[in-house]
């Protein structure tokens, strides 16, 4: 059979995605077996404005690689697929459209209509990543495909805020949370990153203290009192002098002794007409700055928690969008905060109040989307109450150890000292886009929570209400992802991005396992616990991957502000989807790993001698068919009964395959994706490819139809093996073999039409594992490898035929003798010499093979001494030369302190390389000598 003599990646994957879906391979009805065990897992859903990166790749390849094993294993399989209406996100994207083309902002338009421009962009722009999900090959149930917004979906979030509202788990409270000016929302401490200041500076600040007989009296607002209502000043030092606008009081330890005459005195605070007052409280440290603390409670966290305890004024001195309002005084309304700084320093500068500024390590919290340096802001929100929810996620760790985090370390203890330490959860969010609360308003301000404004109206007797302009974190929604996409409190007819099925809540919830990033365990993970706890009654999965980062090539973040991203569709433009999936799924389970090209060009080679080896059984296959399975030990046994008996090199493949099969499955069921795919690699590589074609190749090309049709039936095993991480090259391949149909099916997929991807994936068999086959051909595989060592390394031309002594137990003698065919013809010898002990020319290359065995090769008549002697010394003083670099630079340990990691361990890996070589050269030199 003629197949074309190279592989081309991009016609296959074009050609066989559309096939399967079109098929419905990728739906759970596909499965036939009404016993049949589920299996299910969950897309982290990307966001709707989103499109593939490296992190997504690999996080998809992990997932599809579980699910088509899965599913050849004969599992009932449910890959769901989704995105993200992504709230923030998705708004900035249609505002900026918005601008651009009507030169319009949302609020020109209105709510109504800008929501509508929202969904209309999604339809018409949205999604990208759903098209792009294809082409990575996913084996995602498109039927079933989910958005956050739609209909069944929101339908879910209303009846989760209702009942948590109902049971007094969500309130509405005044808090300091989180604001972004730029965005103008507020953020959940996950959406705030922390990150160092360049120019961080600690300002100590000088407040005068009156007398208790003048509390009354009230501070000048141009400088501090004069006369004997001054005793002394206290000095604050603080980050950010602007907010000294809003403090209420000043704080110290009550067991302070510098201080403890001032508590209960008055300051008048400096810029303002206000008095503030000096109070005690533990929180305080005596230890830090001056020991005395200017309390803000409308504009810190900690400051407001003092300001709870002692009753203080809590006092908004900023707009939303971070300039002062009229509470920080005229002389400062309207300037934006940092420009409200500067002039709080210049001002207390004049009055001689400012003490000194130091340089200091700060580290701001930036909302993680726009940058924009978060400010703490003193607001009216809804929340959730996360202490009995928390309590729900940690029994179920500390009683089952669930979920199962892979790798364990530190993940469990990262995740169960998170919980431990939860605060209530910040939901509404300032935005048009999103879920908006159910929450509705009548005139005098009372709240009426409910499912729908019909049943509002109703408890509140009129239907003159307004419902909350806000809407909920984008996390809410996800949070109910692994069950409300299956279907919880959808209805029939429901408007859906994808089919219901009545069945599938109960089928597929819990679902097995989630693989997703660090980054997310608390901002999803946790949150999906305590959701699938609260209303399911159950954990929402068993396991949890967490998959490490894909860096770049100096193992740097990949990110837009550098320009150092690796766009997926470039790699697989260039190498195949198939070689972006086995490069991926080669690192190892939650280590981060910098993208290497050569490395994705390697498994693109990988896959071409895949192709080739293929190429050479077909075109030497008339005749000859795929088997249903290999020969199973009772077929054996017959056949030898027969006096037909299977040669070494057939008994060790068949080994080798089923050895292969149970270690890849083991490595699966533990999640060592990396493990799987080294003993793919070295199956097909070295044992298929490189042995045993070569073993084979002469019965094979002489038209012997039995081995022929071995070798075919093997190869159809091994793509089996392979497909879950090649499945493109898989099913191009076996769909080309001599015999194959759906009656190599797993029997759950009988009538389906025919593909690699139903097939029974191999367990491994016991018995055709054959330990002394393996033995023995491990011996004749190092006896060849020795001996074309020393042909490259003492320059032996190929075609010049050489002999081989061998020295050794009659063992390993009798291995030689039985195999001396095989033996000559790859080593290209004219003889094999098989003693106890050597006698050949001293002039001979020596090798030690295991076992006590030895082998020479005499050189006398196959290259010229002198020149090869030459050519060795000069090969030995190059290779020193290389040498004493390294040396010099792995002794600097500056370099080596400052040098990315995988950079000194590449060179202290070729350094042992060289140092191999050189005394393996210089073996070969005194053998000449």
């Not at 399967?20 to 596909?30: D, L, R, V």
């Not at 939860?422 to 009372?446: C, E, M, V």
């Amino acid at each position: 059979m003629e197949i074309p003599k190279a592989y081309d990646p991009s016609q296959a994957e074009e050609n066989h995605y559309a096939r399967w879906e079109s098929s419905g391979f990728f739906a759970p009805e596909i499965n036939e077996d009404p016993n049949a065990e589920p299996f299910s897992i969950v897309i982290p859903p990307p966001n709707v404005t989103g499109t593939l990166h490296m992190g997504h790749a690999l996080q998809h390849t992990l997932m599809d690689v579980l699910t088509r094993w899965k599913r050849m294993l004969g599992y009932r399989t449910l890959f769901l697929v989704g995105v993200d209406h992504a709230g923030i996100s998705t708004q900035l994207m249609v505002t900026r459209q918005l601008k651009k083309e009507e030169h319009n902002n949302p609020k020109d338009i209105g709510r109504e209509a800008f929501t509508a421009k929202v969904w209309e962009w999604k339809n018409k722009y949205g999604c990208e990543i759903t098209r792009q999900i294809r082409r990575e090959g996913l084996s995602v149930d498109w039927t079933r495909e989910r958005f956050t917004m739609e209909e069944n979906l929101s339908r879910a979030v209303r009846e989760v805020f209702v009942r948590l509202y109902e049971e007094g788990w969500i309130y509405r409270g005044t808090r300091i949370v989180n604001w972004c000016p730029k965005d103008k929302t507020v953020l959940s401490d996950l959406e705030v990153k922390e990150e160092k200041a360049k120019d961080g500076k600690l300002y100590y600040l000088k407040y005068p203290v009156k007398s208790f007989e003048s509390r009354l009296q009230p501070a000048s607002a141009a400088a501090p009192p004069e006369g004997g209502t001054q005793n002394k000043f206290i000095t604050v030092a603080t980050t950010r002098p602007e907010t000294m606008l809003g403090d209420t009081a000043v704080a110290v330890n009550p067991e302070d002794e510098r201080y403890k005459d001032l508590i209960g005195k008055t300051i008048a605070l400096p810029l303002t007409n206000r008095e503030i007052p000096i109070i005690a409280d533990e929180y305080v440290e005596s230890e830090f700055g001056t020991g005395a603390v200017k309390i803000t409670p409308a504009h810190d966290a900690n400051d407001w928690e003092i300001g709870e305890r002692h009753d203080l004024e809590k006092l908004v001195i900023m707009n939303d969008d971070a300039t002062m309002n009229s509470a920080a005084g005229k002389d400062f309304e309207g300037l934006d905060r940092f420009e409200a700084r500067t002039k709080v320093i210049e001002e207390f500068e004049k009055l001689g109040l400012l003490e000194k500024i130091e340089d200091y390590d700060v580290t701001l919290p930036h909302c993680e989307r726009c940058k924009t340096v978060i400010e703490p802001l003193l607001s009216e929100q809804w929340f959730v109450k996360m202490d009995e929810m928390r309590d729900l996620a940690l029994n179920l760790m500390r009683e089952e150890a669930l979920p199962h985090f892979f790798p364990e370390v530190p993940h469990k203890k990262v995740y169960t000292t998170w919980l431990e330490n939860l605060r209530d959860w910040t939901i509404s969010r300032q935005l048009w886009w999103g879920h908006q609360i159910p929450a509705w308003y009548d005139a005098d301000g009372n709240v009426y929570v409910a499912r729908t404004k019909e049943e509002a109206f109703e408890q509140a007797g009129t239907q003159d209400l307004t419902q909350d302009q806000d809407v909920l974190d984008t996390w809410f929604s996800s949070a109910l992802w692994p069950f409300s996409t299956l279907g919880w409190m959808s209805e029939p007819g429901g408007v859906a991005t994808g089919e219901f099925h009545a069945s599938d809540l109960e089928t597929f919830y819990p679902t097995n396992v989630l693989v997703t990033g660090r980054d997310i365990i608390f901002l999803w993970v946790s949150r999906m616990v305590m959701t699938g706890l609260k209303f399911m009654g159950e954990k929402p999965f068993d396991d949890v991957i967490i998959h490490g980062t894909v860096l770049d090539k100096n193992g740097q973040r990949m990110s837009k502000t550098k320009n150092n991203g690796i766009d997926p569709l470039d790699v697989f433009a260039k190498y195949g989807v198939d070689a972006t999936r086995m490069a991926l799924a080669g690192s190892a389970t939650g280590v981060d790993f910098a993208w290497r090209d050569e490395r994705v060009e390697s498994f693109r080679n990988f896959s071409n001698k895949i192709w080739n080896a293929t190429r050479f059984a077909l075109m030497n296959s008339e005749g000859a068919t795929v088997q249903n399975s290999p020969p199973s030990e009772g077929e054996v046994a017959a056949a030898s009964a027969d006096g037909v008996v299977l040669s070494l090199p057939d008994r060790w493949i068949s080994s080798r395959l089923n050895k292969t099969a149970k270690a890849v499955n083991r490595a699966l069921e533990t999640y060592q994706f990396h493990e799987a795919v080294q003993l793919l690699y070295h199956f097909f590589w070295d044992d298929f490819c490189d042995w045993y074609i070569e073993l084979k190749k002469d019965e094979i090309t002489a038209g012997d139809i039995e081995s022929s049709s071995r070798i075919l039936t093997i190869l159809e095993q091994a793509l089996r093996l392979l497909h879950p991480f090649m499945p493109f090259l898989t099913e191009e391949l076996w769909q080309k073999l001599p015999g194959i149909s759906n009656q190599l099916h797993n029997q759950a997929y009988g009538k389906a039409e025919q593909t690699i991807m139903l097939t029974t994936f191999p367990t491994g068999d016991d018995s055709l594992i054959d330990e002394a086959a393996e033995s023995e051909m491990a011996s004749v595989i190092e006896l060849i490898t020795k001996v074309r060592n020393i042909r490259a390394e003492m320059n032996i031309k190929s075609g010049d035929r050489l002999a081989i002594h061998v020295a050794g137990l009659k063992e390993i003698q009798s291995i030689f003798a039985a195999n001396e065919a095989q033996i000559k013809k790859l080593a290209r010898a004219d003889n094999i010499v098989l003693a106890e002990k050597l006698e050949v020319p001293k002039a001979s290359a020596r090798a030690v093979l295991t076992g006590n065995a030895e082998i020479a090769v005499p050189l006398e008549g196959l290259i010229d001494f002198e020149k090869e002697r030459e050519r060795l010394q000069g090969q030995i003083e190059k290779l020193d030369v290389e040498l004493q670099r390294l040396n010099g630079q792995l002794s600097n340990k500056n370099f080596v302190d400052k040098a990315p990691e995988e950079k000194v361990k590449e060179l202290r890996d070729r350094k042992a390389e060289i140092e191999n070589q050189s005394a393996t050269l210089g073996l070969n030199l005194e053998a000449l000598n």
